[in-house]
């Protein structure tokens, strides 16, 4: 699923109303009557309706929105915020429209702003994708006046004061909503987390907007939903055996972080890899193979940590990271790896912490080598960002500079591919935020990858399944429970 910027969302609109052909106010219809479908199926008519409209397109929405449910049996009020003293043409005919149905109340200072019930749920149709400047005035007045309210509060579209598509500053007045309702395509502004409070929990609604323009339009943004994982898949064939799934070899653990070496292994091999070696530092070599019996393991010479690469002769992909700390003599066994790697490598943890501190090894990364840094392993990577759309356009920087692909860890997880792709996940909960998880994440990636799955649709992929399986993991145990081991159990392809 594509995610468009400002102007590609006012030029998808033009399109549409260009080629369908259909009047703006005839789309603006059908946007409204998505949000009521949505709506209806989540509240019932015996539920009050607070309508707050500005005098924009999005106030329009608004309008037609409060007409339609109160067509459906709904006690609905709507509030028009007198800011200006100009407005759309759709926003009159609306009005218009809905003098039959409704009287408006206007809201020309502060003491105007109605007493509601509790129970009254209220819409935020203020503004709109198209906002340029910070809210002041009479509409932050009712923004802070709607924020404070202990009523349910959904908004139309984008929530109103929050940018599309760029940060916001620390002190703007912006609209919190428990959902957000929007249309035909998400906003890069939902994907960010500096953003969580001012999003809530959103959801699309299809308004019929031009399959030509988004297909044919491009883009650097894209949200990775359950179909656009799964046509990643790659069918198994009736006459495969275990060598057509690949060779992974694991380089984990460490004296005491074991565990990391386990979890990816195990993740490893229920992703579906042919066959697994790991190669464990000697303190290790019980554990692997007892908590591990379906992967073959070598035994590195020193007792505590890696200090010597494996035999990499036969490996379709290489892992390394998970739990290996970060001795001189690892930080050499990483560098001679990836001077003699010659299949996909992946990176994380410990062995991300050693790029940080070696930075001369970052030019010797083969090319789509996958990284995968929670934010403040990036940080190390790249430097201090003043916001999260800051740090996205420095893996992105990265990721060209390098010609790596990144897996930016975190809600809505962003793959950053070289090419300037960024692809934002679509699974996961916040009960995965809990040790080992990562380490689980890299058993799955490199097992795509020695399956001979394209790095970066291994990464989109990959990240997807992890997200998945804690979401299962979470029906099950509740996300407070949620292990990283629960993961592991929930693979299921």
Not at 131 to 141: F, K, M
Not at 348 to 353: E, K, P, Q, S, W
Not at 412 to 418: E, H, K, S
């Amino acid at each position: 699923m594509k995610i468009f910027n400002v102007e590609q969302i006012r030029a998808m609109d033009a399109y549409t109303i260009a080629r369908e052909p259909i009047n703006s106010i005839d789309l603006m219809e059908r946007a409204s009557q998505a949000f009521v479908r949505w709506f209806c199926n989540q509240y019932v008519n015996t539920r009050p309706i607070a309508v707050f409209c500005g005098k924009g397109n999005n106030g329009g929405d608004g309008l037609a929105i409060a007409r339609i449910l109160s067509g459906c049996g709904y006690d609905v009020q709507v509030f028009v915020v007198e800011y200006n003293l100009n407005a759309t043409d759709d926003f009159r005919q609306n009005l218009s429209r809905l003098a039959d149905h409704l009287t408006p109340r206007l809201i020309q200072s502060e003491n105007d702003l109605p007493r509601l019930e509790k129970k009254v749920v209220c819409i935020d149709a203020l503004l709109g994708s198209g906002l340029s400047r910070p809210v002041e005035g009479l509409l932050g007045i009712v923004i802070k006046y709607l924020n404070d309210l202990p009523n349910r509060l959904l908004a139309v579209d984008i929530a109103s004061g929050l940018y599309t598509d760029r940060p916001n500053g620390p002190s703007d007045i912006i609209i919190k909503p428990r959902y957000t309702i929007t249309f035909q395509l998400p906003k890069l502004s939902f994907m960010l987390p500096q953003n969580a409070e001012y999003v809530g929990e959103w959801h699309v609604v299809d308004i019929g907007l031009s399959s030509e323009y988004i297909k044919n339009t491009d883009t650097h943004y894209y949200f990775t939903d359950k179909p656009e994982a799964e046509k990643r898949i790659k069918p198994r064939q009736k006459f495969s055996h275990k060598g057509t799934f690949g060779h992974a070899v694991l380089i984990a653990g460490s004296y005491g972080k074991m565990g990391a070496a386990v979890l990816s292994g195990k993740a490893c091999l229920r992703s579906g890899v042919g066959l697994l070696t790991m190669h464990v530092p000697a303190c290790g070599y019980e554990i692997a193979q007892i908590s591990v019996p379906e992967a073959m393991t070598t035994v590195d010479e020193s007792e505590k940590y890696i200090s010597e690469a494996p035999d990499l002769g036969s490996a379709t992909a290489i892992g390394i990271g998970p739990g290996i700390g970060q001795a001189p003599a690892t930080a050499k066994v990483l560098e001679k790896i990836l001077g003699q790697a010659k299949v996909p490598v992946i990176i994380d943890a410990d062995a991300l912490n050693i790029l940080s501190t070696h930075p001369h090894l970052l030019y010797k990364l083969p090319a789509n080598t996958i990284l995968t840094p929670h934010p403040k392993e990036f940080q190390r990577l790249a430097g201090d960002s003043s916001n999260e759309y800051e740090r996205l356009e420095k893996a992105r920087v990265f990721s060209s500079k390098y010609k790596v692909i990144i897996c930016l860890k975190g809600a809505n997880t962003a793959v950053v591919l070289p090419n300037g792709e960024v692809h934002f996940n679509s699974t996961g909960n916040p009960g995965m935020a809990t040790g080992g998880t990562g380490d689980v994440l890299t058993g799955i990636i490199t097992s795509l990858l020695a399956q001979k799955y394209a790095p970066a649709d291994a990464a989109i992929l990959g990240v997807y399944q992890h997200g998945l399986a804690g979401d299962r993991a979470a029906e099950v145990r509740g996300q407070t429970a949620l292990i990283a081991s629960d993961v592991v159990e929930c693979l299921g392809w």
